[in-house]
């Protein structure tokens, strides 16, 4: 079954050079027999990573808007020499739960191949990149003297056709038929949804309640990535909800208000093929609930990349499907902190008395939603909610 490329934002916290030399040297590392490689925009990285370099410690402070102890921090890793594979590198909240050094052999090669995460410096990333230590936020200019500064007057601008194209590059070499963005608002701008030549899904958390709270977003983001790697990585695994594409109904063919009161009216509308292996991946998807998040919510945006502002209260238009609990439930609204983007749009909670068993017809609903919203330069989005402990 093919795979879904998995997108993550990458951290400011890093294990320090002998901390990942460490991981490096165990010989019953499931990396151990994955060859590592320069990264694919090397050349672009080195250009930045000189004209930073070339900076004094206070153009550094000026820069990155940082204190003196931080510029000689970020001095320090500018003068490392020695790269070292971007899967012992990384160590923040979402890294903590994907836990690259403890995945099994299947998984490694699986997230090998179709794990990337963004950079700003170096743009996009596979595990076994061997890169040096860094600093650099998406939000900063190219530095200044750079020759990236000529042509681009962000990072952002710069970065986002060069990632988008090399995802389609990818998508050629490992027949992924979707893109999975678990990135932060930030680093998911770098995906222009309208280039891809595969739909981009992004997936976002939340707590019971219908709370954003930024470190456990990122530690459920690090967790599925490490799920779904487990799961597909592993040889013998089986989707785990069966494979319906239709749309069930309860008997006298009324819909269960309660999972989905608002569904597109345009499901019988005749919708592109299929890419091979898609139904799969979202069984797989959905099946993630067995770790306690149920999917909450399935918005498709064909033609845009960014969220709608809000979500109607009473209806859906034909290009957006939606389920969430009673509609007399008061809504909540909330600003992502972990995002840049602006606030996210309008969720309504989850009904909490639904109950946590298999839920066949709603999880075929919302896999119908997906099958049909998902198509190439369009952009998805499906939320997931912790359930109460």
Known sequence: MPSPIIILSPSK????????????SRPDSPWATLQGKPPFFQGDSHALRTSLASLSPGALMEYFHISQ????????????????PAWTLYAGEAFKTLDLPTLSPGAARLASQN??????????????????????DLTLPPPPGSSLEKQS???????????????????????????????????????????LSVPLLQIDFLQAGGRKISARAKQARGLFARWYL????????????????HTPTRPG?????????????TRDAPIAPVPQGLPEILDLIL?????????????????????????????????????????????????????????????????????????????????????????????GSLVFIQEEV
């Open 13 to 24: 916290t890093l294990r320090s050079p002998v901390q990942a030399s460490h991981l490096t």
């Open 287 to 379: 099946a993630f609930r067995e770790t306690g998040y149920q999917p909450l919510e399935v918005r498709s945006l064909p033609g845009q990349q960014t969220h709608p502002t809000h979500q109607p209260e009473q209806s859906c238009p034909s290009s957006l499907a939606c389920t969430s609990g009673n509609q007399n439930r008061p809504g909540t609204t909330g600003q992502d902190s972990s995002r840049t983007g602006g606030p996210r749009p309008r969720s309504r909670v989850a009904d909490n008395s639904i109950p946590a068993g298999p839920r066949t017809d709603a999880l075929s609903r919302l896999k119908a939603e997906l099958l049909q919203g998902l198509q190439p330069g369009r952009e």
């Open 69 to 84: 102890s931080l510029a000689e921090t970020v001095r320090a890793n500018l003068a490392q020499e020695q790269p070292l």
């Open 230 to 245: 487990q799961q597909a990585g592993d040889s013998g695994t089986e989707p785990a909800i069966p494979q319906t594409t």
């Open 115 to 136: 794990l990337g995460i963004l950079s700003a410096l170096y743009g996009y990333l596979g595990p076994t990149d061997r890169i040096l230590p860094y600093r650099l």
């Open 253 to 265: 063919g009324t819909r269960d208000a309660r999972i989905a009161p608002c569904l597109s009216e």
């Open 153 to 195: 007057q962000s990072l952002r601008s710069f970065w986002q056709p060069r990632i988008t194209q090399h995802l389609n590059d990818l998508v050629v070499q490992t027949r992924s038929p979707l893109v999975i963005s678990l990135a932060s608002q930030e680093f998911h701008s770098l995906i222009n949804p309208q280039g």
